[in-house]
């Protein structure tokens, strides 16, 4: 039906067969209109884990309101706060902001579980078509999101960021990071970008592909490198936490080092194995020698220090490979019980 038939005003000396079929097209317009259903807002799912955060909760939350603002033509934002049994004030304030704000939403486990369970579950509940991760210290700069969808819409599917420097941090820190990165690149099939944060935008398709693993023992840094896709990096200098104290320290970080070390490697196996050969084919050597000596020039076998450093030398190096199958063989044992992730006391 042509446009410039519809809406015509009614005039008195319009033939009353005219003035009948604008008054039917005027009646079809308004019911079309009405029966029309405006697009849809593009949804971004921001995922942001808490353990103890009261201080930094508002501030984080008041940066990233601004931002919604900013992007109100873009896309819709849905909040997900995942408390991780903090034992502070965490809770009530996440309990205020689902109340005042509609898009704000939160789960609260039964006790602590890790960051890995919290990133699982905001993960699982998220609903957008893209979906962020964030932490809630500031740390991860919010002004970055809009490059991050601008990326996106270049046809990338996961656009990551990375620090381009440690500023700040303790250098025993920095260098365990780093020395962490090259070790696991050299060994391991999977590439973990030195400096990457867990912070990233990703479409649905990757996040279900996440999902889809169901492994209990998780390294989300692997998982997001393993599962793939058109990846990008924007790089920023880092930033100092604003509020609060972080909850990580040498010893959490080296066994969250360790786990994803052996989530993402079989090379300490291959080198548990080489060890024991090479320790073996040195043995072998070392008693022909000692029975050529004997039998040749009759050089007597004395010292008993050189006998129990040489024992404690392989008792060591036994125990080190042990440790590494043990090591893996945990992992099979955690697997097999089939205990949830994580375990949701409350939600909104």
């Not at 996440?210 to 200098?237: A, C, H, M, P, Q």
């Given at each position: 039906?042509?446009?410039?038939?519809l809406?015509?005003?009614?005039?008195r000396?319009?033939?009353?067969m005219?003035?009948?079929?604008?008054?039917?097209?005027?009646?079809?317009?308004?019911?079309l209109?009405s029966?029309?259903k405006?697009?849809?807002?593009?949804?971004?799912?921001?995922?942001?884990?808490?353990?103890?955060?009261?201080?930094?909760?508002?501030?984080?939350f008041?940066?990233?309101?601004?931002?919604?603002?900013?992007?109100?033509?873009?896309?819709a934002?849905?909040?997900?706060?995942?408390?991780?049994?903090?034992k502070?004030?965490?809770?009530?304030?996440?309990r205020?902001?689902?109340?005042?704000?509609?898009?704000?939403?939160?789960?609260?486990?039964?006790?602590?579980?890790?960051?890995?369970?919290?990133?699982?579950?905001?993960?699982?509940?998220?609903?957008?078509?893209?979906?962020?991760v964030?932490?809630?210290?500031?740390?991860?700069?919010?002004?970055?999101?809009?490059?991050?969808?601008?990326?996106?819409?270049?046809?990338y599917?996961?656009?990551?960021?990375r620090?381009?420097?440690?500023?700040?941090?303790?250098?025993?820190?920095?260098?365990?990071?780093n020395?962490?990165?090259?070790?696991?690149n050299?060994?391991?099939d999977?590439?973990?970008?030195n400096?990457?944060?867990?912070?990233?935008?990703?479409?649905?398709?990757?996040?279900?592909?996440?999902?889809?693993?169901?492994?209990?023992?998780r390294?989300?840094?692997?998982?997001?490198?393993?599962?793939?896709?058109?990846?990008?990096?924007?790089?920023?200098?880092?930033?100092?936490?604003?509020?609060?104290k972080?909850?990580?320290?040498?010893?959490s970080?080296?066994?969250?080092?360790?786990?994803?070390?052996?989530?993402?490697?079989?090379?300490?196996?291959?080198?548990?194995?080489?060890?024991?050969?090479?320790?073996?084919?040195?043995?072998?050597?070392?008693?022909l020698?000692?029975?050529?000596?004997?039998?040749?020039?009759?050089?007597?076998?004395?010292?008993?220090?050189?006998?129990?450093?040489i024992?404690?030398?392989?008792?060591?190096?036994?125990?080190?490979?042990?440790?590494?199958?043990g090591?893996?063989?945990?992992?099979?044992f955690?697997?097999t019980?089939?205990?949830?992730?994580?375990i949701?006391?409350?939600?909104?």
């Amino acid at each position: 039906m042509p446009s410039s038939f519809l809406f015509y005003p009614f005039d008195r000396t319009t033939p009353m067969m005219d003035r009948i079929l604008k008054y039917i097209n005027f009646c079809v317009t308004i019911a079309l209109k009405s029966h029309v259903k405006e697009k849809p807002m593009t949804l971004l799912s921001i995922i942001v884990p808490c353990f103890n955060e009261e201080k930094t909760i508002f501030p984080y939350f008041e940066e990233m309101r601004q931002l919604e603002t900013s992007m109100t033509n873009q896309l819709a934002f849905e909040y997900i706060f995942v408390d991780d049994g903090s034992k502070d004030s965490t809770l009530d304030i996440l309990r205020d902001l689902a109340a005042r704000f509609p898009n704000v939403h939160y789960l609260s486990f039964s006790r602590h579980f890790g960051k890995e369970a919290g990133l699982l579950a905001g993960l699982e509940e998220a609903k957008g078509n893209f979906i962020t991760v964030m932490d809630v210290d500031l740390q991860d700069p919010p002004e970055l999101l809009p490059l991050m969808y601008a990326k996106l819409k270049e046809g990338y599917d996961v656009v990551g960021t990375r620090r381009q420097n440690r500023q700040g941090e303790p250098l025993i820190r920095s260098a365990c990071s780093n020395l962490f990165y090259k070790l696991v690149n050299r060994l391991s099939d999977t590439e973990i970008v030195n400096g990457v944060r867990d912070y990233r935008l990703m479409t649905r398709q990757v996040v279900d592909s996440i999902l889809e693993l169901g492994e209990v023992n998780r390294f989300s840094k692997g998982i997001f490198s393993w599962v793939g896709y058109r990846t990008t990096y924007i790089s920023f200098d880092n930033r100092q936490r604003q509020h609060g104290k972080s909850k990580w320290n040498f010893w959490s970080l080296l066994h969250y080092s360790l786990d994803g070390f052996i989530n993402f490697s079989e090379m300490p196996l291959t080198i548990a194995i080489w060890t024991g050969t090479f320790s073996f084919l040195i043995s072998i050597l070392a008693i022909l020698f000692i029975i050529i000596r004997k039998l040749l020039f009759g050089d007597p076998v004395s010292g008993w220090a050189s006998t129990v450093s040489i024992i404690l030398f392989m008792g060591g190096i036994q125990l080190f490979c042990m440790g590494i199958i043990g090591k893996y063989i945990s992992k099979i044992f955690l697997e097999t019980k089939k205990r949830p992730v994580y375990i949701i006391k409350e939600k909104q």
